[in-house]
């Protein structure tokens, strides 16, 4: 393709979904200039496999880009009911949640990046490379369509071509979750019910109620890891988990989906250079409760914040590296704590005690929501907690699914 026939921008965003959208917007905050084009292989709005639980962590970032308002009309919820079998803690959350489906949020998201001066178009990228003239990355899309950018933000979502074109195949672990919409039933309104099954842990249930007479249900498992002997459960498994965790809500859902989810692990990586990644594109959903919106909300934002720094500075090949700092001072010790619980929490014994802790301690209550929607830590009192029950289950059970890894567990107190 001839220089010609590609349009150059200052930014070039793949993806709009929360993370790619946010990106958008945070570029254009800090420079409401910038030439900023956001793609995406779906028109909007579009569904997409999701709880559709909005932590309040999302509307904190968001209102620093002015788009806290996308959850306008929805009836937030503040009660959370977590179980294992007949082990259950219930109670209000400190701060309210949302449950939106995907087709509304994320085309929300999208006209605000829109009105800020993102230009939206469609299109299926299928490569990204290096101008070697001018150091531009360059992005090739369907119908031979080429696009040059001063930096580029992979906002592809868990199958992402930018994250493998930079950093190879992931080898991290995923989860398999599917998610249907059932009416609510009674003793699910006003709430968000999540009931841990007995597969590979972290295996869950869940129904969120959206307050409209409408709840989220869906069930997710970790998938066995690649060259495994053990196969990943089939669509047909996942729904007979939901029914039997969450009786009736199987047989009255409909509109299901299903998706793979990119854990984030112990590290989190972001290359050198002009090239970005953000949300799930960058591996980061919560390994203990699949939240990956807050993490898409903030990367994204802090993404676009940094492109049009580094753009404004004439230094778009220092990008990576500030991104990557910013991510970690952000989420670092935050990412290595769920690990940690992710792996804890594969000993039922573990997610027991952590339960009836939750249902004697309010603080363990609050410290397990703040770990699961937002970017809270373990503290002294709960790593306790945790500690002594692997200690009791060593004693009188084993677990269903050993980790390979001995659980490793830093204390922030
Ligand atoms: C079943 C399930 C339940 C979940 N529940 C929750 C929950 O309750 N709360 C929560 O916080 N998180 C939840 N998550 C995680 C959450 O859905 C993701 O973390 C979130 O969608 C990440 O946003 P994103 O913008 O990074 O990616 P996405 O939302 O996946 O957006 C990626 C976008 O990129 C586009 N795209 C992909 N490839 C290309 C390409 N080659 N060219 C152009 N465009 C492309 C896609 O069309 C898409 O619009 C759940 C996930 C699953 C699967």
């Not at 993370?19 to 028109?43: I, M, N």
């Not at 949640?97 to 929300?108: L, N, S």
């Not at 009791?392 to 269903?400: A, E, F, I, M």
Request: glycine content about 12%; some cysteine.
């Amino acid at each position: 393709m001839s220089d010609q026939q590609r349009e150059d921008w200052d930014l070039v965003v793949v993806g709009a979904g929360p993370a790619g959208a946010c990106a958008a917007l945070g570029a254009l905050t800090e420079d409401p200039s910038l030439r900023v084009l956001l793609l995406d292989r779906s028109d909007f709005p579009r569904d997409k496999s999701c709880g559709d639980g909005i932590a309040p962590h999302v509307l904190d970032a968001l209102a620093a880009v002015g788009a806290a308002d996308v959850v306008d009309g929805w009836t937030p919820l503040r009660e959370l009911e977590l179980s294992h079998g007949t082990v259950k803690v219930a109670g209000p959350m400190r701060r309210e949640v949302h449950v939106i489906p995907r087709a509304v949020f994320d085309a929300r998201l999208v006209e605000h990046a829109v009105a800020a001066g993102a230009v939206l178009r469609r299109h299926r990228i299928t490569s990204i490379g290096t101008d070697p003239a001018t150091g531009t990355s360059t992005l090739t899309g369907g119908l031979g369509a080429s696009f040059g950018a001063g930096v580029v933000v992979g906002a592809d979502g868990a199958n992402s071509i930018i994250r493998e074109a930079l950093l190879g195949r992931r080898r991290e672990k995923r989860a398999i979750a599917i998610r249907g919409y059932a009416p609510t039933p009674p003793g699910i309104r006003g709430r968000q019910v999540i009931r841990y099954g007995n597969r590979r842990q972290p295996s869950y249930a869940w129904a969120f109620d959206r307050g409209d007479g409408f709840a989220n249900v869906g069930y997710g498992e970790l998938l066995p890891g690649a060259g495994g002997t053990r196969r990943p459960p089939s669509r047909q498994l996942l729904l007979d988990q939901l029914e039997e965790l969450i009786p009736g809500v199987a047989a009255t859902g409909a509109d299901w989906r299903g998706h793979h989810l990119p854990l984030s692990s112990w590290r989190w990586d972001q290359p050198d250079g002009r090239v970005l990644l953000v949300g799930d594109a960058a591996g980061l959903v919560n390994p203990m409760t699949g939240e990956g919106i807050y993490y898409a909300v903030a990367t994204g934002i802090a993404a676009g914040r940094t492109a049009a720094r580094s753009l404004a500075a004439g230094r778009p090949d220092g990008a990576g590296a500030t991104h990557r700092q910013d991510v970690r001072r952000m989420l670092g010790t935050h990412l290595r704590h769920t690990w940690a619980s992710s792996r804890l929490a594969q000993f039922p014994a573990v997610v027991d005690a952590g339960i009836l802790a939750a249902a004697r301690d309010r603080h363990v209550f609050d410290t397990l929501v703040e770990i699961g929607l937002g970017d809270g830590r373990i503290d002294g009192r709960l790593a306790t907690v945790l500690v002594r029950s692997l200690v009791g289950r060593n004693r009188s059970h084993r677990p269903s699914d050993p980790p390979s890894d001995p659980p490793d567990v830093r204390t922030q107190t």
